[in-house]
Protein backbone atom coordinates (compact mmCIF):
# COMPACT_ATOMS: atom_id res chain seq x y z
CA UNK A 1 0.00 0.00 0.00
CA UNK A 2 1.26 3.36 -0.73
CA UNK A 3 2.55 5.58 1.69
CA UNK A 4 -0.10 8.43 2.09
CA UNK A 5 0.50 12.27 3.49
CA UNK A 6 -2.27 13.42 6.55
CA UNK A 7 -4.53 15.35 3.63
CA UNK A 8 -4.38 12.28 1.07
CA UNK A 9 -5.81 10.19 3.88
CA UNK A 10 -8.27 12.53 4.92
CA UNK A 11 -9.62 12.94 1.55
CA UNK A 12 -10.13 8.87 1.10
CA UNK A 13 -11.69 8.75 4.29
CA UNK A 14 -13.98 11.26 3.35
CA UNK A 15 -14.84 9.64 0.21
CA UNK A 16 -15.40 6.38 1.87
CA UNK A 17 -17.41 7.76 4.39
CA UNK A 18 -19.36 9.07 1.42
CA UNK A 19 -19.61 5.94 -0.48
CA UNK A 20 -20.59 3.67 2.08
CA UNK A 21 -24.05 6.41 2.65
CA UNK A 22 -24.49 6.12 -1.25
CA UNK A 23 -24.64 2.32 -0.49
CA UNK A 24 -26.71 2.65 2.14
CA UNK A 25 -29.11 4.41 0.28
CA UNK A 26 -28.90 2.63 -3.66
CA UNK A 27 -28.33 -0.59 -3.08
CA UNK A 28 -30.94 -3.12 -3.82
CA UNK A 29 -32.54 -4.64 -0.99
CA UNK A 30 -31.46 -8.09 -0.36
CA UNK A 31 -27.85 -7.33 -1.56
CA UNK A 32 -24.84 -7.02 0.50
CA UNK A 33 -21.40 -5.65 0.19
CA UNK A 34 -18.55 -6.17 3.18
CA UNK A 35 -15.41 -4.49 3.04
CA UNK A 36 -12.61 -6.40 4.42
CA UNK A 37 -9.64 -5.17 5.91
CA UNK A 38 -6.64 -6.97 6.86
CA UNK A 39 -3.34 -5.95 7.67
CA UNK A 40 -1.51 -4.44 4.46
CA UNK A 41 -5.08 -5.46 2.25
CA UNK A 42 -8.18 -4.16 1.68
CA UNK A 43 -11.05 -5.30 -0.56
CA UNK A 44 -14.49 -5.09 -1.58
CA UNK A 45 -17.44 -7.81 -2.16
CA UNK A 46 -20.71 -8.18 -3.31
CA UNK A 47 -23.40 -10.81 -2.15
CA UNK A 48 -26.33 -10.96 -3.62
CA UNK A 49 -29.69 -11.55 -2.49
CA UNK A 50 -29.41 -15.78 -2.60
CA UNK A 51 -25.49 -14.58 -0.48
CA UNK A 52 -23.72 -15.95 -3.19
CA UNK A 53 -20.52 -13.60 -3.95
CA UNK A 54 -20.61 -11.33 -7.28
CA UNK A 55 -18.11 -10.82 -9.44
CA UNK A 56 -17.99 -7.42 -10.43
CA UNK A 57 -14.95 -4.77 -12.06
CA UNK A 58 -13.64 -3.04 -9.13
CA UNK A 59 -13.06 0.12 -11.48
CA UNK A 60 -8.79 0.18 -9.83
CA UNK A 61 -9.27 2.91 -7.84
CA UNK A 62 -10.21 3.67 -4.05
CA UNK A 63 -12.22 1.36 -1.66
CA UNK A 64 -14.93 4.40 -2.15
CA UNK A 65 -15.01 3.82 -5.91
CA UNK A 66 -14.67 -0.05 -5.31
CA UNK A 67 -17.81 0.47 -3.28
CA UNK A 68 -19.39 2.25 -5.81
CA UNK A 69 -18.79 -0.04 -8.67
CA UNK A 70 -20.10 -2.75 -6.48
CA UNK A 71 -23.68 -0.74 -6.05
CA UNK A 72 -23.63 -0.19 -9.83
CA UNK A 73 -23.15 -3.82 -10.32
CA UNK A 74 -25.92 -4.86 -8.13
CA UNK A 75 -28.33 -2.32 -9.65
CA UNK A 76 -27.69 -3.50 -13.20
CA UNK A 77 -28.34 -7.06 -11.83
CA UNK A 78 -32.22 -5.68 -10.82
CA UNK A 79 -32.18 -3.76 -13.99
CA UNK A 80 -32.37 -0.57 -11.60
CA UNK A 81 -31.78 2.74 -13.28
CA UNK A 82 -28.51 4.25 -12.31
CA UNK A 83 -28.13 6.62 -9.83
CA UNK A 84 -26.13 9.94 -9.59
CA UNK A 85 -23.62 10.38 -7.26
CA UNK A 86 -24.52 12.59 -4.21
CA UNK A 87 -22.45 16.05 -5.80
CA UNK A 88 -24.21 15.39 -8.99
CA UNK A 89 -27.59 15.15 -7.89
CA UNK A 90 -27.04 18.98 -6.13
CA UNK A 91 -25.87 20.27 -9.02
CA UNK A 92 -29.24 19.39 -10.64
CA UNK A 93 -31.28 20.94 -8.40
CA UNK A 94 -29.31 24.06 -8.35
CA UNK A 95 -30.69 24.59 -11.76
Given at each position: MPHLSQAQRETEHQEM???VQ????????GWEIWVIVEHGNAEV???DPQDDQEQFD???G???DEVRAAVAH?????NMPPVAHRA?????SKR
Open positions: GAAYAAECLPVRLYPTGHLGARGCEDRRKR
